[in-house]
């Protein structure tokens, strides 16, 4: 049996429109990959059909071996905004998940778990708040602390940190490697951004979606090592080379479909 | 705080009560063009009591007759408030709960949609007035008859306001209660519920509106207590002082009781910013 995701030549249509096409990759479990690609990519669409949201028309996804269908506990996901329900409090958002999750635990149990993992975001001052009482990014820690809660092996984001201000992006992007390479044995994170910089900070590999359709058009390997830090890494001349490859890519691809059109 | 503040030598006004004059004024202005229409309207009802000719048998009673006629029918009033009461809470009541339990349902399953869709187009729009007649006929009390045609009227804006709440549910309410595996009366009760509310609150008051309208008009066929009857009763006597301060508290209960719906809706609805 293969652990991690398989998609075999997956074509995914909305009323006609080609939207993913003949996508096939594998990711084994542990690997912290992005989907990079301009908007209108598919790359949410894909990350909808990884969590079981949608099904795709043709070919197919599996996880560790099984085919997915439909939505499990096993693949988590985090939203680029409003994850969190409005009308629970924080810590009851993460408790229903905890619920969801080990329904063996009671439900003083569940609050407590609860609020442990906000403290593990950073998040201990807002337990008892709702989420409109939050600023933008702290609603998204609490989104990754309910997915973190959740307890699955692979974590789907879409675009997260999209809505962000650039300080409470960095810091979160910090808070996450943090949180994954702490763990043991580490998530599979599949992390769709627009954003060469982030996806170039954040994985193990960058796989470039094409747009309409979308089709992997590269598939690349970022080696630096772990425990990372921004400001050497970003400096560095390795890191503006390969971001300069990924721009390029980029807009060959933007450039094909303007001819094209 | 004191008032004034001394400025070489001299006396100012301190800053608070610099700023709170013009606040105070701005708030009386606010109070007065609120109540505008109903001081003119008072006055315009004074001086038709006044001047306009009707003989022993005044049409038109003058407020202050009508005021204290008011207070005097207080001890009836109340029993009539009682006992439209006993009609309207019951219908109303239960109009929400089988409302909202079936918006639900049917704005959550598609298979019931095509069920109950039909039927509500055509059942929805029958004016529930011409069902006084037949069900007081058919029940056995006039209560129950009552309490049955409220249900009626109240009942349909609130199913079709939670139907279409549910049916409005946004994307990602259903995508994070997918993820979590929310689903079955769990799904309903804690995800399209709360997220139908505004929806649920616009049907209920929709509903709570006709419920007087249909509790006031049943009971001019066969009440023998209650607010609507209050007003008849008088009516056919040509008592109308008192009849006017029926008119007057059958408005005021009716206001006091929207009121109470509107602070119920902020209440439960404080998490939408």
């Known amino acids: 049996m293969s652990t991690g995701l398989i998609l075999e030549g997956v074509d995914f249509a909305y009323e006609d429109t080609p939207i993913l096409e003949r996508i096939s990759l594998q990711i084994p479990a542990g690997q912290f990959v992005t989907l990079l690609g301009s908007s209108g990519c598919g790359k949410s669409t894909l990350l909808r059909l990884l969590a079981g949201l949608q099904a795709p028309d043709r070919g197919s996804l599996g996880w560790n071996g099984q085919p997915i269908r439909g939505t499990s506990l096993e693949r988590g996901i985090v939203f680029q905004d409003y994850a969190l329900f409005p009308w629970m409090s924080v810590v009851d958002n993460i408790a229903v998940a905890i619920g969801k999750a080990r329904p063996e635990t009671g439900k003083a149990a569940r609050r407590e778990e609860a609020a442990e993992y906000l403290r593990k975001v950073g998040l201990e001052s807002a337990i008892g708040k709702y989420p409109f009482e939050l600023s933008g990014g702290m609603r998204q820690r609490g989104a990754i602390a309910r997915a973190l809660a959740l307890g699955s092996p692979l974590l789907l984001m879409d675009e997260p940190f999209g809505a962000l201000d650039p300080v409470n992006r960095a810091r979160l992007q910090d808070l996450l490697l943090e949180i994954w390479e702490a763990a043991s044995p580490r998530k599979t994170i599949v992390f769709v951004t627009h954003d060469i910089d982030e996806a170039l900070y954040l994985s193990d590999r960058v796989v470039i979606l094409g747009a309409a359709p979308g089709r992997v058009i590269a598939d690349l390997s970022v080696d630096f090592p772990r425990h990372r830090d921004r400001r050497t890494l970003f400096d560095g001349e390795d890191f503006r080379t390969q971001r300069e490859a990924i721009a390029e890519t980029l807009a060959a691809d933007t450039l094909r479909r303007l001819i094209a059109a | ?273």
């Open chain 2, 1 to 273: 705080m004191s008032d004034t503040v001394t400025l070489d030598g001299r006396e100012l006004p301190a800053t608070d009560a610099l700023l709170a004059a013009p606040a105070r004024r701005a708030r009386l202005l606010r109070l007065l063009e609120a109540s505008s229409i109903w001081i003119v309207l008072l006055a315009a009802w004074q001086l038709a009591a006044i001047y306009l000719p009707l003989g022993d048998n005044p049409l038109i009673p003058a407020p202050l007759l009508v005021f204290s006629t008011l207070r005097e029918s207080l001890p009836e009033l109340w029993a009539g408030t009682l006992s439209s009461f006993a009609i309207l809470i019951p219908g109303f009541l239960l109009a929400t709960l089988l409302g909202v339990a079936s918006g639900l349902a049917v704005g959550t399953v598609p298979r019931l949609q095509r069920i109950f869709f039909p039927f509500a187009r055509v059942a929805a729009p029958v004016p529930p007035t011409v069902y006084i007649p037949y069900a007081i006929a058919i029940l056995p009390t006039f209560q129950l008859s009552a309490i049955f045609v409220v249900f009626i009227g109240a009942f349909w804006p609130v199913f079709h306001n939670t139907a279409a709440g549910a049916l409005a549910l946004e994307q990602r309410y259903r995508d994070n209660a997918g993820i979590l595996g929310l689903s079955g009366i769990e799904y309903r009760w804690r995800v399209v519920l709360p997220a139908s509310l505004p929806h649920i609150f616009s049907g209920m008051g929709v509903g709570l509106a006709f419920s007087f309208v249909l509790l006031t008009v049943a009971e001019l066929f066969g009440a023998n207590a209650g607010l609507g009857r209050f007003v008849q009763f008088y009516a056919d006597y040509a008592d109308y002082p008192k009849m006017v301060a029926g008119i007057l508290y059958t408005g005021l209960v009716t206001y006091l009781s929207m009121t109470l719906l509107e602070l119920a809706r902020r209440r439960a609805l404080f998490w939408l910013r």
